[in-house]
DNA sequence: GTGAAAGCGCTAACAC
DNA sequence: GTGTTAGCGCTTTCAC
């Protein structure tokens, strides 16, 4: 059933020009009289013509997609990223070709070749590793890369992170000053740089007042595995009075587990914090105090890096640090004095 | 610095064989003998080549694109989807081109050409509505589009939603059961078809047993929107002791005013249901009773007549219910003697 | 200004 | 089996 395809051709011979003239009027940058150029929309509209993009990216080289990985939008900051990112680059006249990542786990690079025959402008790689082997192929293809909300120590990629560091220690001095004495930590994954800036922010804000860590279990930024976390801590006689949980993501398990498990009321016996800031931590079931990561900033970051790269091919990469406040709800023990 | 690129006729220069040999040891289903093969792969290893996907689209009329389009992904039954969906076309060899619509209100149809523009094989449409204007023209360029969580009428769509009417009528049944006599409703946005059904079988259920809907308010599949019809609705002065919320997007946002704000408890003071049983329905502080989307079926479903679609152009569009069990939690009163 | 011609990287007939 | 050829739909020199 499916009509012939419309072709540039076809409306060059309808509306009495060359095809060189159709093409012309629908592209940006050319000029053509007024009086051909609605000459041939006309024939256009009527023949419901569009420009193939596909056989355009094949001759200039610019396919005018981008590549975006991600690994699991389970934790409500990736959704959200990836929202905001797809609607600034669709602003750019940018479209996103999406890759999952989260089931995949070994074969990330088989299938981000996939992605790259695709002929992308440029890669987001979000809170996923990449292969050094991949790092070259992308740098010979002349592929720019930007890696989202994780960093890697690879002089060839650009990377957007909150600065992780600074902000968990201010989560630290605040639990500090709020009079807090055994102060434990939930991680995420190990192997995230995340995990390592904000574990190694918050030790450092903790060692500044002579203080140690009480206690420490590992999450993974599983919704599950924190909760097993969490329950592994509270179950042990000496109970932490403030526990960090390294996202927003698993401090949610945590709540959940120690006030529906464990029966303690947050704040009045044990602060949790977290860090993300997503939507939901200002849902009034958790009320939770966090540090914002600005996804809204982080992705103007990563769009301007993307675009400058992609247009002048010699600039070099760059890491981009954006600060983020901490954001003070009722999920823990105030200092005294402090004022909303 | 990019190096130059890396083309089939390259490496059938560098391997001594033609062009079309080339092409044939990456075509899954051409017959080539070892030895060439073999002769080739290492050539293209080397050189690192890798089949230019867009120059093959142009000439096999085929991108193994599909085109995603969503609205928000603030209701975690999109990404969770979205997530599933990519999952299932990449295990197909397809990969995903997204839009999301939620900025652009009013521009659907022009961001949907665009992504038209992509040759995409197939348009799987999430919450949005779709111009029929914009239907003539997939149809006539013979592009499959599937409805996703929303129906149209308009046979030209295939369609795969929740049985809604049913779903919804089982909760008015099971609140019923639960002794509630003041069941009220808040709704999602009108225009939508999953609004209009789960209310038409909730109506249904209350009617079968010679009721009527003590309130209603809308909340527009919104949080904020949400919070606020809740506030309208429990200050009035005779407040339901049930509410159908038409998605647990918003059941969220009514529990926490209804806790926090009018300082009533669920489920003794108001039982509250919501549908489609994301994830955090099931979180602790939430404990949602609803009616469960079943995504895996329905993602498995959409994609099964995408590619039969895809395959047989002839085959006729399909309009498909995916039915789901109530999903009892403790936010809403149980019925007299009902187990666990 | 405008059209003719070449060619982007590839596949698919068709000869050999 | 293998290479030669044509051409997918478009942009872009380059003459006119």
Redesign the pocket.
Known sequence: MATE????????KRA?????????V??P?????L??AEKVRKVADELG????VL??S????KSRIIGVVVAYFENQFYPDAVERLSNALQREGYHVLIFMASQTAGNIDKVLSEIIDYQVDALVVASVAMSSELAERCDAAGIPVVLFNRSQDDERFSSVTSDNAAGARRLAEFLIAGGHERIAHIAGWEGASTQRDREGGFLAGLSAAGMRLHDRTVGDFHFEIAQAAARDMFNKPERPDAVFVANDHMAFAVMDVVRTEVGLRVPEDVSIVGYDDVPIAAWSSYDLTTVRQRSNAMVEATVEVLLTRIENAETAPKQIFIDGPLIVRGSARKPEGWDE
Chains 1, 2 share one sequence.
Do not use: C, D, E, W
């Open positions: 395809r419309v072709t540039s051709t076809l409306v060059a009495g020009v060359s095809q060189s003239a159709v093409s012309r629908f592209t940058g050319a000029s053509v009289p009086k051909t013509y569009r420009p193939n056989a355009r094949l001759i200039t080289g």
